[in-house]
């Protein structure tokens, strides 16, 4: 069955971003996947209070804003998602007694918005130059009720999907599984399956969303390549 | 006194308490890397897990569910009222986790932590797809059941999600709805008590928490263990033995095998607590 928007089940949506696009925070970022935007700003390492203060490594917090209504347990959930994926990618022992401030806010969701949220963190902390260990690249798929498995649903597919799943990789792990998207030697950083599905389902988003990752993941090199380069040319001139 | 000769060799002798209280993740290694856990359990393995249901009399439904020393009691209240306009022929169901100063020194009194927003929030994800909330309609577009299911923990010792999912399901089985009809000439209604309908769950849930402490990956880890986990794998069958969700979340990554052994490990949970539930 051919997909509202005409792609094909293993094809993820255009994906687009803008890097620094805030002038006020440290670093930013806009990640978008189709009709889906999310933007991402980064205060750290600053001023923490003395109650949250940790002697050895910097706090991380994280707060998601939805794009419209007022602020619920929904993002508490997304908020928990996102700070437990880049607890260990964020070198914070490098920065103790500070904290790393990650403000989300939704811009529009139109599906995979946690994959989104996560995609947009990575970016933003790259261009905030908080020494990072890996980047972190995430993607999601769905399992229709017809057995198809689509990735990177959007919010029309997820809602009649059997199944949605959200996974998040370590860049260099995604690097070892090769283009082949071997599934053995990878570990995920994060993952949320939800909905109602066997072993075998979980197997076959677990490959396709490794796969989508690492076209995420080379997605966000060019681009940030591509800002570094062009503020190296200004600054030679 | 000599205190460079007696400091070089004198014995540090501790009670094993001492040793627990001030060395809490030296204490847990020691055991673990003997393939054992402090309370004796070997990692695989659940603690004592006991169901009670109709614990509360005042609540339409309720169940009250141990594991371990970790309690937690959930009472259902079916309250009437509208249904959302975008869906005029479904009811509601409200979940509540509530980890107050009462069940553990770790949680503050005042508006509810992180934690438990966390996990009423994804205990009402999970539990959407397994009650059909059209039966809870008495009048389509005009009158519906709104249940606000409690869940409230009495003694916290670890583990809170698998808990609190078994006392959701408990409750939701003995919850018994009265008959309700809406009177439309004065747009009241009215209930009939001695008409009870019990509510059919689309699915039973059985929940299986897996901790990474170290590299060791544990089963329903108690509060010490949860204090050096960074990471833990939340898995949740139905009863046709399919899933229903898998909840990676944490700083340490896992690998894929390892998560399949939590599917194998959960498989088993669950055929365990089907026969207490």
Partial sequence: ?237 | MDMDDTSEQQQVAFAMHTFERIHHTEFQRRFLSQNTRHDGRAFSQFRATHVTKGTVSTAQGSSTVRIGNTTVVCGIKAEVSEPDVKTPNEGYLVTNVELSPMCSARFRPGAPSDEAQVASEHIHRLFGKAVDLATLCIESGQAVWSLSADIVCLKYDGNILDTAILALVAALEDLRLPEAQLDSATGVVSADRTIARQLTLRKRLFPATFALVDTYLVADADDAEEQLATTSVLVVLDDSGRLANIWKRGACPVSNETIHQCIESAVERAETISKTL
């Fill in chain 1, 1 to 237: 069955m051919p997909r509202p928007d005409r792609r094909e089940n293993d094809q993820i949506r255009a994906l687009h971003s803008i890097l620094g696009l805030l002038n006020r925070v440290d670093g930013s970022a806009q990640f978008s996947a189709g009709s889906t935007s999310v933007y991402c700003g980064v205060y750290g390492p600053v001023d923490v209070k003395v109650y949250d203060e940790k002697l050895d490594r910097a706090v991380i917090e994280v707060k998601f804003r939805p794009a419209a209504g007022v602020s619920g347990t929904k993002d508490r959930w997304v908020e928990s998602a996102v700070r437990g994926t880049f607890e260990r990618e964020i070198l914070a022992q490098m920065h103790p007694r500070t904290l790393i401030q990650i403000n989300i806010q939704a811009r529009e969701d139109d599906g995979s918005a946690d994959a989104a949220a996560i995609n947009a963190t990575t970016m933003a902390l790259v261009d905030a130059g908080v020494p990072l260990r890996d980047m972190v690249a995430a993607a999601s798929c769905a399992v229709l009720a017809d057995g198809a498995a689509v990735v990177d649903p959007t919010l029309e597919e997820a809602a009649a999907a059997q199944s949605v799943h959200t996974f998040a990789f370590a860049g260099s792990d995604i690097g070892r599984a090769g283009s082949g998207g071997a599934s053995g030697s990878t570990s995920p950083v994060y993952v949320d399956s939800r909905g109602d599905f066997s072993v075998a389902d979980y197997d076959r988003c677990y490959d396709l969303c490794l796969r989508s990752a690492q076209r995420v993941l080379a997605f966000m090199r060019t681009a940030i390549e591509g800002k570094i380069a062009k503020e190296s040319q200004i600054s030679v001139v």
